[in-house]
């Protein structure tokens, strides 16, 4: 692996990334907040060199982890099998210090399934058997690192922060999420879910802004892919088929 290598430069990203968020501080109603790309570095490090380390046709955005995925595992909707199974990522995970007594991270041994992670995994593990098969022209990433939780373990999304936090949170994010497309020079540009497309939208415009007529970067195509969280009722009713047509419809996938 090169010094300039995609993968080097996500992981450089990756460094710079919780560089800038360590200090940012939070108010209640968030009481805890984690960040996986520390207590988890290695798993989240060995998917970035295992499977980041190329350019993709297709770059896949989330919003930030679930509490039973990348909480745990450090892998983007790191549902727990389709780490260890699919991926072969099994590593030990350290503990977020403070760490909230109703959501304690477990790692590997964690027994509870991600949703959103087992939909989306489950897609991708079916259509492509090996995982190489996928990354080789896929990659997935959040654009927020940080889980928030409130006193009694409640879950609070990058979404729903006052704008005096989200702020430098998002700028950060804009800037780790550039990087990140630098990196690997995608095609497309999937959004899973109406927030990360808008994060996505707005990456591209600052990539039109940059060029001013230049034409130094490749064209790129944003799309979206219903987000499978079972708070989505339409998610609820198939969510690998839906999420499959959109695929196919936006040309990202043949039929």
Same mark, same amino acid.
């Given at each position: 692996?090169?010094? $300039?290598? @995609?993968?080097?430069?996500?992981? +450089?990203?990756?460094?710079?990334?919780?560089?800038?968020?360590?200090?940012?501080?939070?108010?209640?109603?968030?009481? %805890?907040?984690?960040?996986?790309?520390?207590?988890?570095?290695?798993?989240?490090?060995? %998917?970035?060199?295992?499977?980041?380390?190329?350019?993709?046709?297709?770059?896949?955005?989330?919003?930030?982890?679930? @509490?039973?995925?990348?909480?745990?595992?450090?892998?983007?909707?790191?549902?727990? @099998?389709?780490?260890?199974?699919?991926?072969?990522?099994?590593?030990?995970?350290?503990?977020?210090?403070?760490?909230?007594?109703?959501?304690?991270?477990?790692?590997?041994?964690?027994?509870?399934?991600?949703?959103?992670?087992?939909?989306?995994? &489950?897609?991708?593990?079916?259509? %492509?058997?090996?995982?190489?098969?996928?990354?080789?022209?896929?990659?997935?990433?959040?654009?927020?690192?940080?889980?928030?939780?409130?006193?009694?373990?409640?879950?609070?999304?990058?979404?729903?922060?006052?704008? +005096?936090?989200?702020?430098?949170?998002?700028? +950060?994010?804009?800037?780790?999420?550039?990087?990140?497309?630098?990196?690997?020079?995608?095609?497309?540009?999937?959004?899973?879910?109406?927030?990360?497309?808008?994060?996505?939208?707005?990456?591209?415009? +600052?990539?039109?802004?940059? $060029?001013?007529?230049? $034409?130094?970067?490749?064209?790129?195509?944003?799309?979206?892919?219903?987000?499978?969280?079972?708070?989505?009722?339409?998610?609820?009713?198939?969510?690998?088929?839906?999420?499959?047509?959109?695929?196919?419809?936006? &040309?990202?996938?043949?039929?």
């Amino acid at each position: 692996m090169s010094l $300039d290598s @995609p993968a080097q430069q996500l992981l +450089a990203a990756t460094n710079s990334l919780c560089a800038e968020l360590a200090p940012l501080t939070f108010a209640e109603p968030v009481s %805890y907040v984690y960040n996986p790309l520390v207590y988890a570095k290695t798993a989240h490090e060995l %998917y970035l060199t295992r499977f980041g380390d190329s350019h993709k046709r297709v770059l896949m955005l989330g919003m930030n982890p679930g @509490p039973w995925g990348m909480t745990q595992t450090g892998v983007p909707f790191g549902e727990i @099998p389709a780490v260890r199974d699919w991926m072969g990522i099994d590593v030990a995970v350290e503990k977020p210090d403070p760490e909230h007594p109703k959501r304690p991270v477990e790692g590997f041994s964690c027994t509870r399934s991600e949703v959103s992670g087992r939909r989306l995994w &489950g897609l991708f593990s079916e259509r %492509y058997p090996q995982p190489e098969e996928f990354f080789a022209e896929h990659f997935v990433v959040n654009f927020c690192p940080l889980v928030f939780m409130e006193e009694g373990g409640r879950n609070r999304t990058p979404d729903k922060l006052p704008k +005096a936090e989200s702020t430098p949170l998002t700028e +950060a994010c804009d800037r780790y999420l550039q990087a990140c497309i630098g990196a690997l020079q995608p095609e497309y540009l999937i959004g899973v879910g109406g927030f990360a497309e808008k994060c996505l939208e707005r990456a591209l415009k +600052a990539r039109s802004d940059e $060029d001013r007529g230049d $034409d130094r970067h490749s064209p790129m195509t944003l799309g979206r892919v219903l987000h499978p969280s079972p708070a989505s009722p339409a998610a609820n009713r198939g969510w690998s088929e839906a999420a499959t047509r959109q695929l196919v419809e936006q &040309g990202v996938w043949s039929a």
